[in-house]
């Protein structure tokens, strides 16, 4: 069930598919350069949030000294799980890089868990971007749902040179 995105920042857009990941082992979104993700923008801290998967949901969860991660416009407090068009946003600034969550599920009108079958909806422009794939949606969760917090013990490393 990989999560299906579009990254947005001033160097322009692409899109992305991100495998998933448990909390022990998260993919990183970041400035740094072993980045799961990287964003190339001053703003964006070295390692800016957390993506990961908790009992089959996506989950997203900022890392402190980050410029704040926000979810469609609000600051994450926690772990806060994601849903179809959701806007992930790196910083509080309205220019700020984001990541959209499955634009095209959402443009379509779909709702829920991100779907895990991009091929089919991605415009053919970048069709060549992403590996082609099918599966089917998955069904709206309940929001009531928590997710674990990234562990508490973890502590970013030394700043490569």
Request: charge should be negative.
């Amino acid at each position: 069930m990989s999560l299906q995105a579009r990254l947005r920042h001033t160097l322009g857009e692409r899109w992305i598919e991100l495998p998933p990941r448990g909390v022990d082992e998260p993919l990183v979104v970041g400035r740094i350069a072993n980045a799961d993700l990287q964003v190339p923008s001053v703003t964006v801290a070295q390692k800016h949030c957390v993506l990961f998967v908790h009992d089959g949901l996506w989950v997203v969860q900022d890392v402190p000294g980050s410029t704040g991660t926000y979810v469609n416009g609000g600051k994450i407090e926690g772990p806060t799980l994601l849903k179809i068009g959701d806007v992930i946003s790196l910083g509080p600034d309205p220019s700020a890089p984001a990541v959209e969550v499955d634009p095209t599920a959402a443009a379509e009108g779909r709702k829920g868990q991100p779907a895990t079958a991009m091929a089919a909806r991605v415009p053919p422009s970048a069709r060549n971007m992403v590996p082609e794939a099918s599966a089917p949606v998955a069904p709206d969760y309940a929001t009531a749902v928590t997710a674990p917090a990234y562990p508490p013990a973890y502590a970013p490393p030394p700043p490569q040179q």
